[in-house]
């Protein structure tokens, strides 16, 4: 069965402390692993998708890295702004599975 | 790029009362879409898909129907919610070829009481 499960459900981060969010999955043939990031009370906003294992993107203070069994969103030097939910999801046929998300919040 | 809305943003229901969620894509055609309902603090869970007009396929037996009357038009219904049916409900939109990162409406808030 194609799951996705997500590490720490929460993260509580000071102003410039780096860190790494994990997203580990189990897919028959991987098409492809989306991040997103969600702010409350609003949809996803796509961030990264990765395709083959050992893929990295970068985007500002983030970067997704992708192996065989799991992805890594690293975050250096997080601002209070960083603070949101991040989704990560694989591709299975159609449709996108989920994980449940990490819930990070930066104190300034 | 593909831009979504959503409406109303928020909605709050009696139990019993009928429900009808409008999603409309902008900036692409032949889109696959999707319903996905959240729970507080939980993560996406899909309800429908639809790969054309009139194609619809339900992931979760439920309360809840989905209709596609036209290319960019995702609408969901409900003939008598429940209490269960309260959350946020988001629509997506995701390109047919190749891979699919799906983009989301903002969604709507759904209270039942």
């Known amino acids: 069965e194609d799951q996705v499960t997500q590490s720490p459900e929460a993260l509580r981060l000071q102003e410039g402390e780096s860190s790494s969010l994990n997203c580990s999955y189990t897919?028959?043939?991987?098409?492809?692993l989306f991040w997103y990031r969600q702010d409350p009370g609003k949809g996803p906003e796509f961030l990264f998708t990765l395709y083959s294992a050992g893929e990295e993107k970068e985007k500002e203070r983030l970067k997704a890295t992708l192996t065989k069994k799991e992805s890594f969103l690293h975050i250096t030097a997080p601002k209070p702004e960083d603070s949101a939910t991040y989704l990560c999801?694989?591709?299975?046929?159609?449709?996108?599975?989920f994980g449940s998300g990490t819930r990070l919040l930066v104190r300034p | 790029s593909q831009t979504i809305h959503q409406w109303p943003a928020t909605l709050v229901q009696p139990v019993g009362s009928p429900l009808s969620l409008e999603c409309t894509v902008e900036g692409t055609s032949n889109p696959n879409l999707y319903w996905y309902r959240q729970a507080a603090g939980r993560g996406l869970q899909l309800l429908f898909y639809s790969v054309g007009i009139g194609q619809i396929s339900s992931e979760v037996p439920q309360n809840l129907s989905a209709s596609r009357p036209q290319d960019r038009q995702f609408i969901l219904s409900s003939k008598k919610l429940l209490l269960s049916d309260s959350g946020f409900y988001l629509c997506a939109s995701a390109a047919v070829a190749g891979v699919r990162e799906q983009f989301f409406g903002p969604g709507t808030r759904l209270t039942v009481l």
């Open positions: 897919v028959s043939g991987l098409r492809g």
């Open positions: 999801a694989v591709q299975a046929q159609y449709k996108l599975i």
